[in-house]
């Protein structure tokens, strides 16, 4: 079974950055996408990034701009580097590798942004 370990989570005021990884237990290239969501209490989970297999990458409008995935594929990491953070980027956030006929999601990763 597919594990992905989400780690970088916490702490940040308004304006800072923090980095978030995915560590997968297996290669991440044989996916065919990866990408991070994020959820807040009421609300359904959110896109907020992804990467494909050949490196094409998508942004929610309400952070393009500000964040930022990457992959490593020897360290079978996934990032996502988040700078001028805002409150509202206040949630969990969660990895998520899609291959073709399967879905795997890590734990999650709570993100909080003081004003």
């Known amino acids: 079974q597919v594990k992905l370990v989400e780690s970088g989570g916490g702490l940040v005021q308004a304006g800072g950055s923090l980095r978030l990884s995915c560590a997968a237990s297996?290669?991440?290239?044989?996916?065919?996408?990866m990408g991070w969501y994020r959820q807040t209490p009421g609300k359904p989970r959110e896109l907020v990034a992804a990467?494909?297999?050949?490196?094409?990458?998508n942004y929610a409008d309400s952070v393009k701009g500000r964040f930022t995935i990457s992959r490593d594929n020897a360290k079978n990491t996934v990032y996502l580097q988040m700078n001028s953070l805002k409150p509202e980027d206040t949630a969990g956030y969660y990895c998520?590798?899609?291959?073709?006929?399967?879905?795997?999601w890590g734990q999650g990763t709570q993100v909080t942004v003081s004003s």
């Open positions: 998520k590798a899609s291959g073709y006929k399967d879905d795997y």
């Open positions: 990467i494909t297999r050949d490196s094409s990458t």
């Open positions: 297996g290669n991440i290239f044989s996916f065919n996408v």
